[in-house]
């Protein structure tokens, strides 16, 4: 089993930056991709980013020129640096890990974007 702890969240002004990291223990061998989803009050759960075991990434839409996902793999960790952020991002993200088919979730930060 996959545990995920995420870290980073807070309140930023638009336009402004944070880097959230999830660092994962556990069974963590063979892991085959880490990566991030979001998900704001009465809306569902949106895709963000990943990133694979080989290094290959994938953004939503949304994000795309703003986010970037990066690792650390000796630190187990996974990052998501996030520019020019808009008041639509505020949401609670969430790390997530797959291994053989199964997927492990952290328990989210908050993440709120607002003057």
């Known amino acids: 089993q996959v545990q995920l702890v995420e870290s980073g969240g807070g309140l930023v002004q638009p336009g402004g930056s944070l880097r959230l990291s999830c660092a994962a223990s556990?069974?963590?061998?063979?892991?085959?991709?880490m990566g991030w989803s979001r998900q704001a009050p009465g809306k569902q759960r949106e895709f963000v980013a990943t990133?694979?075991?080989?290094?290959?990434?994938a953004y939503g839409d949304s994000v795309k020129g703003r986010f970037t996902i990066s690792r650390d793999s000796a630190k187990n960790t996974v990052y998501l640096q996030m520019n020019s952020l808009k008041p639509e991002d505020t949401a609670v993200y969430y790390c997530?890990?797959?291994?053989?088919?199964?997927?492990?979730w952290g328990q989210g930060t908050q993440v709120t974007v607002s003057s």
């Open positions: 997530h890990a797959l291994k053989s088919g199964t997927v492990s």
């Open positions: 556990g069974s963590i061998f063979s892991i085959n991709v």
């Open positions: 990133i694979a075991s080989d290094g290959s990434t």
